[in-house]
């Protein structure tokens, strides 16, 4: 039996560990989950079972964890699917505020776009880790299949099948991050000054909107498609009452973004798709219970 000094120094280098990997577990939580309250429960977790665990028989304590954090997010999205079903109007993943370091990575700005996190809502809880272990940090099947408990063969299959799934629907980053960060602007500007024939200028004929109120804040009950129908969504509530409204370039999930303040106050982020030098996407997140991560950046990594 451990004495209490050899307790505490086990615990100590439990904590060293977990620490050290700790924004790599929190990314493949967020990826797999969408939210970031829901990723940091997982954390939580994880760490509860890592404390527990004697390091001695543990040859990989990255693969180790990884595999606790990918079980425990599995289960909290099996019952998240079922929650989201009832939620009122569009549901759009937690929006992050992001380090620099995170929009300068492309692999990484790709993996946590809010475009992609929205395609992957599309997937079946496992078919979605499996995708994310796989796309996202590079594991190999056999490691897969330790943490779905599923055998490599299945997982092979399941991830060819998420790939084709997510390939046929998955935005496509066909403008550098200068070109996008231009386009914003313009979209900003004329956001600001409620001009629409500005909106009309940066916004792709096939645009589509997803606001994201929660029955909380007004946002739209389906997507909205079109330049037209989306610059007149955009502007119309702003225009129905005197408010005194600034719209404020941010990073979201590693890519150029939008922060609204209505009087003062924070309204909604707005996280924008850019292709080909046009918006084809715009997620209007204004449930106010998923912008409590917009404040402080989160770091992210996938190694």
Not at 177 to 192: G, I, S
Request: proline share 4%; charged share 25%; no cysteine.
């Amino acid at each position: 039996m451990p004495t209490t000094g050899d307790g505490d120094h086990a615990t100590l280098a439990a904590t060293e560990t977990f620490v050290a990997h700790r924004n790599l577990l929190f990314t493949v939580a967020y990826e797999m989950l969408g939210s970031a309250a829901d990723a940091d429960d997982v954390l939580q977790e994880t760490w509860l079972r890592w404390v527990g665990v004697d390091a001695a028989h543990v040859d990989d304590p990255r693969a180790y964890l990884v595999r606790i954090t990918t079980r425990q997010a599995l289960n909290r999205l099996r019952s998240a699917k079922r929650r989201r079903e009832a939620y009122v109007g569009s549901w759009l993943p937690e929006p992050l505020l992001t380090t620099r370091d995170v929009a300068d990575d492309v692999e990484l700005a790709e993996s946590v776009s809010m475009g992609l996190m929205v395609v992957l809502e599309t997937l079946a809880p496992t078919e979605r880790a499996v995708f994310v272990l796989r796309e996202a940090f590079g594991l190999g099947y056999d490691e897969i299949a330790d943490a779905v408990e599923k055998s490599p063969a299945a997982v092979y299959q399941i991830a060819h099948r998420a790939r084709r799934h997510v390939e046929a629907r998955r935005p496509r980053r066909a403008v550098t991050a200068r070109e996008a960060q231009a386009v914003v602007e313009a979209f900003r500007r004329a956001l600001e000054t409620r001009d629409l024939q500005g909106l009309l200028d940066v916004l792709a004929p096939d645009v589509v909107v997803i606001s994201d109120g929660g029955g909380i804040k007004q946002a739209g009950t389906r997507p909205v498609i079109g330049a037209d129908k989306a610059a007149r969504f955009m502007v119309g509530g702003l225009t129905k009452h005197d408010v005194v409204l600034a719209v404020e370039p941010t990073a979201i999930n590693g890519s150029p973004a939008l922060a609204l303040q209505v009087d003062g106050e924070l309204d909604g982020v707005i996280a924008v798709r850019v292709e080909d030098t046009r918006i084809t996407g715009l997620y209007f997140v204004r449930n106010p219970h998923k912008l409590t991560h917009i404040d402080t950046e989160t770091p992210l990594t996938l190694r």
